[in-house]
C-alpha cells in the first residue's frame, strides 16, 4: 500500500484496538510483573474498554479505563498509578511515553517497532530508551478482517522488572 493510500485510510481518531492476541502473549508478563491483583493498573487510552475487560478477566481487581472521547485527557491526569498498560494513538506516542514514565514505575505501551527509525527523535530516544521490548512474532491485525499493515509491533516496558529484547 502506498503511503498515501495509507494516510488516507487511517482512522481519523488514531483508533486500532488491541487485539486479543497481542494482549495474550503479554499477560503473563503484565502477571510477573505485578502479581498483586489488588493494585491499580490504568488503560489511559483505552477506547472499547477491551483491554480493561480482559484485565479485569485476569484477576485484576483495580483496573481504571479512561478516553479522550469520554472527556478524560490523560495528559491532564497527574494520579500516580502501579503500572499503566495502553495501545495508544500512535500519533501521540511520544507524548504517552513521556507522561506514563512519570506517573507509574511499570509501562507497557504496545507501538511499531518502526517508533526507533525516526532520526527526528533520535536525540529524545537516548533518555527515554525502554527497559525491555516484548517483539510479537506474529503480526497482530488491528482492523477486524484478519489483514495487517506489514509493521512489527513489540510491547515496549519501562520498569525494573524485566530487561532485553523478547520474542513473543
Known amino acids: 500500500m502506498s503511503r498515501a493510500k495509507a494516510i488516507k485510510d487511517r482512522n481519523p481518531r488514531d483508533y486500532y484496538p488491541t487485539p486479543h492476541y497481542a494482549f495474550n502473549v503479554i499477560l503473563p508478563y503484565i502477571e ?19 483491554l480493561v475487560r480482559w484485565l479485569k478477566k485476569a484477576g485484576y481487581k483495580n483496573v481504571i479505563g479512561e478516553d479522550i472521547v469520554t472527556g478524560n485527557d490523560y495528559f491532564n491526569n497527574e494520579n500516580f498509578y502501579d503500572m499503566i498498560v495502553t495501545n495508544p494513538p ?38 527515554r530508551l525502554p527497559d525491555a521490548m516484548l517483539v510479537l512474532s506474529r503480526r497482530p491485525s488491528f482492523t477486524n478482517d484478519g489483514k495487517t499493515d506489514g509493521a512489527t509491533y513489540a510491547w515496549f516496558y519501562w520498569g525494573n522488572k524485566l530487561k532485553g529484547i523478547y520474542v513473543i
Open 90 to 127: 500512535f500519533r501521540f506516542a511520544s507524548g504517552f511515553i513521556n507522561h506514563a514514565t512519570k506517573h507509574s514505575k511499570q509501562v507497557f505501551l504496545l507501538l511499531r517497532v518502526g517508533i526507533l527509525e525516526s532520526v527526528a527523535r533520535h536525540h529524545w530516544w537516548q533518555t
Open 32 to 50: 510477573s510483573c505485578l502479581p498483586n491483583k489488588h493494585r491499580t493498573i490504568l488503560e489511559p487510552a483505552c477506547g472499547d474498554r477491551r
